[in-house]
């Protein structure tokens, strides 16, 4: 039996997502920040980022683990189109690309009203194929994960970018570090961490609820909840609607008002997460050196 010290439960209803039995599994220790977890299905695969090492590393069950791109430039986090391509946010270049199928890479958004974005940190596709991206400054605060630089946006922004048109909206632009971000499995909701606790206590350490319209612009922004350990990163939603967020103790799980109903512990502070496995019901956990997985009694959401 696993530990019953890697789970914390809150709600009784937490009970039945995870599996009990189930262990916290290493996969790989050898980052300086893992970051971007994103499953390809079809190939069997995980990638996810080492930013400060540049580069994209690769498991998987039969051979473990490889390196899929170095240098990286400084990518950050991961998600795939509704074609099964991957989109990537990128610290050192300051952009989000696309990795066509033959392994070529499409830029597809560099600049907004004329100046260079900050440093894009996360992304989501939705189902009509827009791309939603989060840009704080993460990246040019140091030479650590990106390029020391001063801001060129006067905001830190959430977008949504039309590749069929390459028209770029800002469709939030409050945050102080917008950060993770996911929709809900409806897609009625966008939800979106803000970090900026991760430099100053007195700032935000919340997820912030937004639901969208038919135009593809967000309304009724609000605070969804809040982390108590840490801050929230990386967030992804199951196939139920309850969110998982990235935290300084692990990864906590919120039902769908906001409540928080359940954590797993993981012995380093988490940066992100996603759902995979032929199943979808397998955690893959990026936490500052190290890539965890843990089998859970529920499904991801997100598709392909």
Not at 9 to 26: K, N
Request: glycine letters at 10%.
């Amino acid at each position: 039996m696993a530990e019953a010290s890697i789970y914390e439960i809150h709600d009784p209803r937490f009970r039945q997502m995870i599996v009990t039995s189930a262990g916290l599994d290493e996969l790989y220790s050898g980052c300086r920040w893992a970051e971007g977890p994103v499953w390809f299905n079809d190939a069997n695969q995980l990638l996810w980022s080492d930013i400060p090492n540049q580069r994209i590393l690769r498991w998987t069950p039969e051979g473990g683990v490889s390196v899929y791109r170095q240098p990286s430039n400084f990518t950050n986090g991961h998600t795939r189109d509704r074609r099964g391509r991957l989109i990537s946010c990128e610290h050192g270049t300051r952009r989000v690309t696309r990795t066509e199928v033959d392994g070529s890479i499409t830029v597809l958004a560099d600049r907004f009203e004329g100046r260079r974005l900050n440093s894009p940190n996360d992304v989501v596709v939705k189902s009509d194929g827009t791309i939603w991206f989060t840009d704080p400054t993460y990246g040019i605060m140091s030479d650590y994960e990106g390029y020391h630089a001063d801001p060129e946006q006067p905001t830190r922004n959430v977008y949504r970018l039309d590749p069929k048109t390459g028209e770029l909206s800002a469709v939030v632009t409050d945050f102080t570090q917008p950060n993770g971000l996911a929709f809900s499995p409806d897609e009625k909701i966008l939800y979106v961490a803000d970090s900026s606790a991760s430099h100053d206590d007195r700032l935000p350490r919340h997820i912030r609820a937004f639901d969208l319209t038919d135009g593809g612009r967000l309304a009724n922004g609000r605070v969804f909840c809040v982390i108590d350990k840490g801050i929230p990163d990386g967030i992804r939603t199951d196939a139920n609607g309850n969110l998982w967020s990235s935290a300084g103790d692990g990864v906590h799980c919120f039902d769908t008002a906001g409540k928080l109903i359940g954590k797993i512990l993981v012995p380093q502070t988490v940066a992100n997460l996603t759902f995979g496995g032929p199943r979808r019901n397998r955690l893959f956990i990026a936490a500052t050196r190290s890539l965890y997985s843990v089998y859970v009694a529920v499904t991801g959401s997100q598709v392909p």
